[in-house]
């Protein structure tokens, strides 16, 4: 026997349907998003711009950030 392990305790929910529930509520005017959306829109064109440069032999690209 090497040693002893450790299980914790994991919640039941689903993290998807956590998640779900979050942007209903939000939508629903119920909550606050807990990243606000300019992020998400950066994210969003970073992962643009790694796909062109994908496409473009792994060129790497300039980056700017854009004005949200």
Known sequence: RAGDIRIPSLP??????????HVIKCVQG??????PGSDGALIVHLLHRIDESLKNGNQIL?????TL
């Open 12 to 21: 039941a929910e689903e993290t998807l349907g956590i998640e779900a529930t």
């Open 30 to 35: 119920k909550e606050q998003p807990i990243v």
């Open 62 to 66: 300039p980056f700017t950030c854009p």
